[in-house]
C-alpha cells in the first residue's frame, strides 16, 4: 500500500511539472570521465526517458563523479527529474548502492567546480529510487548532479558500504520557465518592479525589488507621494508620469520663489527712492518765494531805484557826505 501511494505521489508531482518546459533537452552537457564512447553526457538530455542502458551516459567507477547540462541562461527552474538506468536485472540493487548519497546543484557559473552554487537536493536518508522527482525553485545556468564517495561529507545511508561510485544517468529533465514570467504556462509575466526581472517560477514573488519599491510583488513604493483622486474607469498613472509631475512640481516652485522675491526687491527699491525724493524736495523754497525775498522783508519794490527822497538830502550834497556816497 506504501508503494502505490508513493508511486502515485511521484505520478501527480510528474504530471504537475509537464506544464513547465523542460529546459534541458538537447542543451550542452559534460562529465566526469567517460566508460565508452557511446555513453556521452548528451544521453541524459535527448528527451528519451527510456531506462534501458542504451539510452543512458554513464562515467567510470571512481571516487567522485560529477555530470552538468548548461541550459544556455540563467533560467527560473520549478523542478528536477532523474532517470537512471533500470534493465531489472540481478545489478539493480548494486547499481541503486552507486547512485546513492549523490547532490543536485545549481549555479549561474561553473567555475567553482561542480559543487558550486546552491544546493538544491541531497540524498542522505535511504537509497534512491530509480525515478526521482525534485522541487527546486532555483534561479540558475547550470545544473550539476554529483556524489562521492571521498569519507568527507559523503553522508551515505547506513546500508551503502561501497567505496566508489557512478553517474548512469538515462535522463534529467530540469522543468521551469525563462526569466522575466511565471506560472503553470510560463505566461505570466512577473511584476515589472521585480530586480532582473526574477520572480518565482511558481507564485510570481519578486526575489528582489528595484530601488523605490517593496513587498512580495514590488507594488509598495518606499517614496511617500501625494495621492490624487481618479476619475473613474481611468488607468492610473504610470512611474514615469508620476517622476515627471514631481519634477515639473519643484520646477514650479522654484520659479515662483524666484519671481515673489525679485518683486520684493523692486518693491523695496521703489519705496527707497520715494523716501529721497522727500526729503529734498522739503528744502526748496516754495513757489511764491522765487524771484524778489525783498518782500519778506515788507520792502517796496521800488527799493531797487535807490529812494533817496526820504532822506531830504540833494543829490549835491550827498555826494559830500561820506556816508549817503556809499548809497
Not at 500500500?1 to 505521489?9: G, K, Q, R
Not at 526517458?49 to 541550459?71: A, F, G, I, K, Y
Not at 541562461?73 to 545489478?91: C, G, L, P, T
Amino acid at each position: 500500500m506504501l508503494n502505490i501511494t508513493l508511486i502515485f505521489f511521484v505520478s501527480v508531482i510528474f504530471e504537475l511539472s509537464q506544464t513547465y518546459e523542460n529546459l534541458a533537452v538537447n542543451r550542452k552537457t559534460e562529465q566526469s570521465s567517460i566508460s565508452e564512447q557511446s555513453k556521452h553526457s548528451g544521453l541524459a538530455v535527448d528527451n528519451n526517458t527510456d531506462q534501458r542502458v542504451s539510452s543512458c551516459m554513464r562515467t567510470n567507477l571512481e571516487q567522485e563523479v560529477w555530470w552538468r547540462v548548461d541550459l544556455g541562461e540563467i533560467k527560473s527552474i520549478y523542478d528536477i527529474q532523474v532517470f537512471y538506468r533500470n534493465d531489472s536485472d540481478a545489478n539493480v540493487k548494486t547499481r541503486v548502492d552507486y547512485h546513492a548519497g549523490f547532490a543536485l546543484y545549481i549555479s549561474n557559473t561553473k567555475c567553482d567546480g561542480p559543487t558550486g552554487g546552491q544546493l538544491c537536493y541531497k540524498n542522505d536518508d535511504g537509497e534512491p529510487p530509480l525515478q526521482s522527482d525534485h522541487i527546486c525553485q532555483i534561479h540558475g545556468r547550470y545544473v550539476t548532479y554529483y556524489n562521492e564517495r571521498t569519507g568527507s561529507g559523503s553522508n551515505l545511508p547506513p546500508s551503502v558500504v561501497n567505496t566508489v561510485t557512478i553517474a548512469e544517468l538515462c535522463e534529467v529533465q530540469v522543468f521551469g520557465c525563462s526569466t522575466g514570467v511565471f506560472g503553470d504556462d510560463c505566461a505570466e509575466p512577473c511584476p515589472q518592479n521585480c530586480r532582473d526581472d526574477l520572480c518565482k517560477v511558481e507564485t510570481g514573488v519578486c526575489l528582489q525589488c528595484v530601488d523605490g519599491w517593496k513587498g512580495e510583488f514590488c507594488n509598495q513604493t518606499t517614496t511617500v507621494f501625494i495621492s490624487v483622486p481618479q476619475p473613474i474607469g481611468s488607468q492610473p498613472p504610470s512611474n514615469y508620469t508620476v517622476f515627471i509631475a514631481i519634477v515639473f512640481g519643484v520646477i514650479l516652485m522654484f520659479l515662483v520663489v524666484v519671481i515673489v522675491a525679485l518683486l520684493y526687491k523692486v518693491r523695496k527699491s521703489k519705496s527707497s527712492k520715494s523716501h529721497v525724493n522727500a526729503a529734498y524736495q522739503g528744502t526748496l523754497p516754495a513757489e511764491e518765494s522765487q524771484g524778489s525775498n525783498y518782500a519778506t522783508l515788507n520792502l517796496e519794490p521800488t527799493f531797487l531805484g535807490h529812494q533817496y527822497g526820504h532822506l531830504e538830502t540833494s543829490n549835491a550834497s550827498r555826494s559830500s557826505h561820506p556816508y549817503l556816497s556809499v548809497l
